[in-house]
């Protein structure tokens, strides 16, 4: 499986990585481990969130599928975002820039044209 994928603490500011929490959730982590958890845990609303959350799933056996979904989901809803904000950016066509020149130029030369009469 991707790597950005797995990792659902990739860009959060929290010390800790996916695979800990889970295996903290799952109780296969020694006293010292879990008490860094559970520290981090009580230094971070997030996680406190996270892991109230996680917590509540009826199927632990399921957890990392439902985890590994959630990123696919997330990562698919980023990249639609991220293409449909490149498509409303302003595409690079020199006709536009010619156009924009040309309507500058005439109007330009329309001011001086009409001053020099006006006198």
Sequence with gaps: ???EFFNILAKSDIDIDSGKLMDYLQGKLSAEEKHQ???AIA???FLN???EGLEKIKEPGKLQTYVDQLNKELHNHLER??????KRRLKENPWIYFAIIFILLLSIIAYIVIRQ???
């Design 43 to 45: 230094d971070s609303e």
């Design 81 to 86: 975002k991220k293409l449909r904000r490149e």
């Design 1 to 3: 499986m991707n790597e």
């Design 49 to 51: 969130d996270a892991i």
């Design 37 to 39: 958890v559970e520290k």
């Design 117 to 119: 009469y006006l006198h």
